[in-house]
């Protein structure tokens, strides 16, 4: 599990079927440098991922990936890299 930010949403056209009703962001994941210096920046390389939890664009969440991220729809195959698994209320890192 990592943390990113919410920078955006995608919207696809056309539609993936298996999609069809998931909500799917733009993350920038946090580097630990980042993440000390509590600037709100990400300063990691970008990825999409669904977001079943209706993160806001800046908030911070966890997200897992690989095959864990189609986890939550099993059976079903979903063509799912990514998934946001909590919205981060607030962090402590050992130099607060």
Partial sequence: MRL????????LTPAVPQL????L???EPVTMANLR???????GKSL????????????MV??????????PFWPKKVPVD???TLIVDSITTGNS
């Fill in 4 to 11: 990113g930010i919410v920078r955006g949403h995608v919207t």
């Fill in 20 to 23: 069809l009703g998931l909500t």
């Fill in 25 to 27: 962001v733009v993350l």
């Fill in 37 to 43: 210096a509590k600037n709100g920046l990400g300063g």
């Fill in 48 to 59: 999409v991922a669904v977001d079943a939890l209706g993160a806001a664009k800046g908030q």
């Fill in 62 to 71: 966890a997200f897992t990936e690989g095959a864990e991220a189609a986890n």
């Fill in 82 to 84: 990514a998934y946001c």
